[in-house]
């Protein structure tokens, strides 16, 4: 008789646990990406593209990898918190549109041994380019919002830029 019973009870508390839940955390968190397309420090590189076409940020199919360093501040001196990484992908006929997959991994105390997962099809020629964060692990496991990246300075003679990353989360 206690086997009948026990199946319903633990239905109960289930339910009561998953109803007494936290409500959803939103945060809001400022990032700068620091992004090398040359030199010996190159943070960018190109991976492969089209036989017979240019490699490049504008041409369909070419592919590059990624791994910037994200800092506090614009500063490229500024506290490092974590990298970048992930892939970039040429996905457009005229180059206008790139997809990203792109993980941010923490190595700084706070948020240590966490990612957040972005992934979307960014217009590369506006200036605020909006993504999706579509998950996350450790502090930010389920993560779901927006991500905007915003170029706040490049310099074409070091293909260097710093990009303002804006990211918006829900975590349930």
Known sequence: MTAKFSVPILLFITINIANG??????STLVFYLQDVGKGPKATVATVIGIN????????????????DPVTLSPSSFSTQIGNAQGTITVTSQDGANVNIVLSIVFNNEQYAGSTLEIQSTSRQ????????V??????????????VLETISYDPTSSQSVIRLTITLTIP
Do not use: C, M
């Open 134 to 147: 579509v998950s996350g692990t450790g502090r930010f496991r389920f993560a779901r919002e927006i991500a």
């Open 21 to 26: 839940q936290a409500q959803p955390t939103h």
């Open 52 to 67: 017979g076409k240019v490699w490049s940020y504008n041409t369909f199919g070419t592919i590059f990898v990624v791994d």
């Open 125 to 132: 020629r506006d200036n605020l380019r909006e993504l999706g």
